[in-house]
């Protein structure tokens, strides 16, 4: 039974990993990018973590680990906004919609 629970709390955490990896290749800017690095902060890191907790058993290890855990969800929501206001205060603009698609337009006519 606790192999069922382990496979598939790993299985959860590594979907979740593989998510964001995409995500954080694929978005365009620095706060798109920021958002997927929560989803794997609070989904992904966790549940492999919580998996390799259970697998080991009660004993220090495991104990360390839980700890790891509490400490991601301590320090997570922390870093994103301080990075998300260190970009601000650089002088990064939100990415929108309208302009994402002005750009591809542009770079259309330019190719043609």
Known sequence: MIEIIVTSLLIFGMFFIAVAAIGFYRLPDVYCRLHVTGMLDSLGAPAVLLAMAIYLGPSLTSAKLILMILLIYLTSPLIGHLL?????????????????????????????
């Open 84 to 112: 998300s206001r260190a970009a601000l205060e650089d002088g990064y603009r939100p990415l929108l919609v309208e302009e994402e698609i002005n750009l591809i337009d542009e770079n259309d006519e330019e190719t043609h």
